[in-house]
């Protein structure tokens, strides 16, 4: 039997007290949290130590630098213990091996060890986005290209769309972890993400988790919402 599409809940939001709300009413119906650019940058790293205390953290910094600042970066993260943490694919396979072997240092116990996850296109862009970037081919192209090198270089995983999800397991097989966001409900705003589907579409393709933010944090009733893709999730 397969197993369940777990869910990531984004809480993107620059207030210490909303997040704690949300952590407290919802963070046992998911099955993680996600802290990120904005929470952090606000709010500082004591704070994501705290509102993510008793549940499986995502921590979501993207870091993208050189090999030597981004593996430094890694190490100085560890004492949040993130289940999952991401760099940019693009920052090249150096960087990718150097970050993998700061969290093997940092984490001598390989159960502990965060898991490293790739971003490969953002799940805003478009053909037209990116190849305004100078990237000359389509996200497809350009997801595989990236998931590739960053599978080879020592990445855990890879957070990518849902359409690009059976593409990564023909070339890369089952053993990746696919992370996934871009993900709307039936019926709910796309906002600025361009290659959505939804959790049961996402759920089919393979996706170990999915990320779902605003369609959750902005619903009348965020636990209600998290409730109700979890069931979603269930009978995908
Ligand atoms: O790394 C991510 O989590 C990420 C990668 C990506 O390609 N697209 C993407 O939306 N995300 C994150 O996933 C979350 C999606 O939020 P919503 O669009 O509100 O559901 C945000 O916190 C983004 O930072």
């Not at 949300?22 to 790293?45: H, M, P, Q, R």
């Not at 769309?161 to 397991?169: D, N, P, Q, V, Y």
Request: hydrophobic share 45%.
């Amino acid at each position: 039997m397969s197993k369940r599409t777990k869910l990531i809940a984004a809480f993107d939001t620059n207030s210490r007290s909303q997040a704690e709300e949300w952590s407290s009413t919802l963070g046992n119906t998911v099955d993680a949290i996600k802290l990120g650019l904005e929470f952090t940058y606000a709010c500082g790293l004591d704070a994501v130590r705290e509102v993510s205390a008793g549940h499986k953290l995502f921590l979501d910094l993207k870091l993208h630098d050189i090999p030597n600042t981004v593996a430094s970066g890694l190490s100085a993260l560890a004492p949040l213990r993130p289940a999952l943490t991401t760099i940019h694919a693009c920052g090249g396979a150096e960087m990718i091996s150097r970050s993998r072997e700061a969290l093997e240092k940092s984490f001598p116990d390989e159960a502990q060890r965060p898991r490293l996850l790739a971003v490969t296109v953002l799940t805003s862009m478009d053909d037209a986005g990116l190849r305004e970037t100078g990237v000359d081919t389509t996200p497809r192209e350009q997801v595989l290209r990236l998931g590739k090198l960053a599978i080879a270089s020592g990445a855990d995983g890879l957070v990518c769309s849902a359409h690009e999800i059976g593409l990564l397991r023909d070339a890369l097989g089952d053993k990746p972890v696919l992370v996934v966001p871009g993900i709307r409900p039936a019926g709910s705003a796309s906002n600025d993400q361009k290659r959505i589907m939804t959790p049961t579409q996402a759920a089919q393709a393979g996706a170990d988790w999915i990320v779902v933010g605003r369609p959750i944090t902005r619903a009348v009733n965020p636990a209600l919402a998290a409730q109700d893709i979890m069931a979603e999730l269930a009978s995908a």
